[in-house]
């Protein structure tokens, strides 16, 4: 059920340590107005459903299925909203759950940790975020850390997200860490927009000031933009500067609760590229600030079909990012009698809301195996579809 992708060993003492202990959920919920570009996320059919994606999922998963929600599921163009795995999860074996508003357009329907944040402007303006809120947001992070780790009485904490069009956010803060991830990273689509995020990202470094001068070069193979042909202007290298300019508000608050949690707890990112950004993330901030943490409790945790995506790279990225294990949970749909969930088997939606992290929990903690997982799914869904 759990399959490690990188760094073997590692994670295997990681899965060792903390089988059998039940974690705590928390998901981080921000937004960013890359989001509402025409094409961007599959995450929602419209951008006027795209705004609501990250409180219709926390609504859900609060509560489940639920007559008159507030604000339902957005409607996607194929598939069904990978909460309802998070929620299935949750829900059946009582996962403690602390939801965060890092920054959101509109005040959630459910109770969450108000952060007092705000949510990004599109990254292609090179100033997406205030200085002075991401360093708030980072300080409430690292806070909240060690309150998680404090509350987590089987030391075993499982970080999830909801951002539309994070992937592209992070894409960019891996640039900026000069991480070369341009055709790497993953979507929310079949097939990974990679030219459309590579040239949003091109704007925003170049009005950030990140890229001195010179020619971009057309890779006509790769359908990308070559990122090679400019160099990033090592001053602006601070990873909070990277995040204010580029990035959304989820990135910093994750980074500091991992940080801060990481030193007494078992971690686990519960995401594909928007974790694995995390993670380049927070080792930057760790060197820039001399931050104690202990990278050996850290574990990026996705599913299947993130990894398997061919489209993208995300092994690969793992690789380059650094020496954090990559877990994935082998859960399939093929055999779902919804055609909502077969649809993840044909590459849409994939992974959001921790849903990854959640399953490979399920197995860890109460030794769920496929069947098992993919009927409580499934109960799920005939709940929500009745």
């Given at each position: ?6 760094q ?16 705590i ?9 890359t989001?509402?570009?025409e ?35 957005p ?38 940790i ?8 599109c ?6 975020l ?9 300080d409430?992070?690292?806070i ?30 891996l640039?900026?860490?000069?991480i ?51 160099i ?39 995401g ?36 398997d995506d ?18 994935a ?32 929990a ?25």
């Open positions: 059920m759990i399959k490690i992708y990188t073997t060993e590692q994670g295997h003492r990681w899965l060792q340590q903390y089988r059998g202990r039940q974690p959920f928390a998901c981080v919920l921000g937004f960013t107005e989001g509402l570009i094409g961007i996320s599959a995450a929602g059919r419209t951008p006027q459903d795209r705004q609501f994606t990250a409180i219709a999922d926390a609504e859900f998963l609060d509560r489940g299925p639920a007559p008159d929600p507030k604000y339902p599921l409607p996607l163009h194929a598939g069904a909203s990978p909460v309802l795995i998070s929620r299935a999860v949750v829900e059946a074996l009582s996962l403690p759950l602390y939801l965060f508003n890092a920054g959101l357009p509109q005040p959630p329907s459910v109770p969450t108000d952060l007092g944040g705000a949510w990004a402007r990254l292609t303006s090179g100033n997406a205030e200085m002075a809120k991401v360093r708030h947001l980072f409430l992070g690292l909240w850390g060690e309150k998680l780790a404090a509350v987590s009485s089987e030391g075993l904490i499982v970080i999830g997200e909801c951002v539309v069009g994070g992937t592209t956010t992070a894409l960019a803060v640039t900026a860490l000069g070369s991830a341009a055709g790497k990273v993953n979507s929310s689509h079949v097939t990974c927009n990679h030219a459309q995020k590579w040239a949003l990202v091109q704007t925003g470094l170049e009005r950030a000031g990140f890229w001195r001068q010179g020619e971009w070069q057309i890779d006509t193979d790769a359908g990308i933009v070559n990122p090679k042909s400019k990033l202007n090592p001053k602006f290298l601070d990873p909070l500067q990277v995040v204010a300019a580029v990035g959304d508000p989820m990135q910093v608050v994750v980074a500091g609760i991992a940080i801060a949690a990481s030193c007494t707890s078992g971690v686990m990112l519960a594909g590229t928007q974790m694995l950004a995390v993670y380049a993330l927070i080792q930057a901030i760790a060197k820039e600030y001399s931050l104690a943490w202990q990278p050996e409790n850290i574990v990026v945790g996705t599913t299947r079909w993130v990894v061919s489209s993208g790279d995300t092994v690969g990225l793992a690789q380059m990012v650094g020496s954090v294990p990559l877990l949970t082998q859960l399939s749909f093929a055999t779902s009698r919804y055609v909502q969930l077969q649809a993840y088997e044909q590459g849409y939606v994939k992974e959001g809301m921790g849903a990854g992290g959640c399953a490979i399920a197995h860890l903690y109460a030794g769920w195996n496929q069947a098992e997982l993919l009927q409580a799914v499934e109960a799920l869904v005939e709940r929500y579809c009745a």
